[in-house]
């Protein structure tokens, strides 16, 4: 007595479970490529902020040097 179970059925299974992982790893890569980008502009953001005050900063200390 054999048991066998169509090879077809088998490699179906496979290809569905590796195309499920594929998914599921391209939805990790996507989620790190927008946490990237979050990152990427809160440092624009920051830098700007930071620029403006050395501007703001700096047009003070001039105007305090060319005095009156």
Known sequence: ????????????????RRAE???????LDQ???RQN????VRTAARN???AASLI???RTAREAADGP
């Not at 007595?1 to 569905?16: D, F, S, W």
């Not at 992982?21 to 939805?27: G, K, V």
């Not at 980008?37 to 990427?40: E, P, T, Y």
């Open 1 to 16: 007595l054999t048991a066998g179970v169509p090879l077809t059925n088998i490699g179906a299974r496979a290809e569905r």
């Open 31 to 33: 989620e790190q490529v």
């Open 21 to 27: 992982l594929d998914l599921a790893s391209s939805r």
């Open 37 to 40: 980008i979050l990152v990427a």
């Open 56 to 58: 703001a900063a700096t």
């Open 48 to 50: 700007v902020d930071t």
